[in-house]
């Protein structure tokens, strides 16, 4: 079982950057992809960026694809969402999730994610 907490969200302008920070415990990390993916109230969960087990292949949304950058360092068994030029569009939960198939996470679905962290709040203003 895998346990996933997410920090770092929170208030920015845009244009501002912020860091998303993903905390896993149990498991063995490094055997597990990660994604993060993010949610307004009203639509279903999109994928925003994804890293294979090595940190060596990565995943983007076209819609962030230049702006954010997604990390780990299995050392310290967390993941990163390193975020810059926000905009107000990017105001949503963003969740961390995990999986040990590196093709649910290049498959950008949410449905097949097996594990979820409860999400953290980033709010672009403008």
């Known amino acids: 079982q895998v346990q996933l907490v997410e920090s770092g969200g929170g208030l920015v302008q845009a244009g501002g950057s912020l860091r998303l920070s993903c905390a896993a415990s149990g498991g063995t990390f490094r055997l597990y992809a990660m994604a993060w993916f993010r949610q307004t109230p009203g639509k279903e969960r999109e994928f925003v960026a994804g890293i294979s087990g090595s940190g060596g292949r990565t995943y983007y949304a076209d819609s962030v694809q230049g702006r954010f950058t997604i990390s780990r360092d299995n050392a310290k068994k967390t993941v990163y969402l390193q975020m810059n030029s926000l905009k107000p569009e990017d105001t949503a939960v963003y969740y961390c999730?995990?999986?040990?198939?590196?093709?649910?996470?290049?498959?950008?679905?949410?449905?097949?994610?097996?594990?979820w962290g409860k999400g953290t709040l980033v709010t672009v203003s403008s």
């Open positions: 999730a995990a999986d040990q198939n590196l093709g649910t996470v290049a498959a950008k679905l949410s449905s097949g994610m097996h594990y």
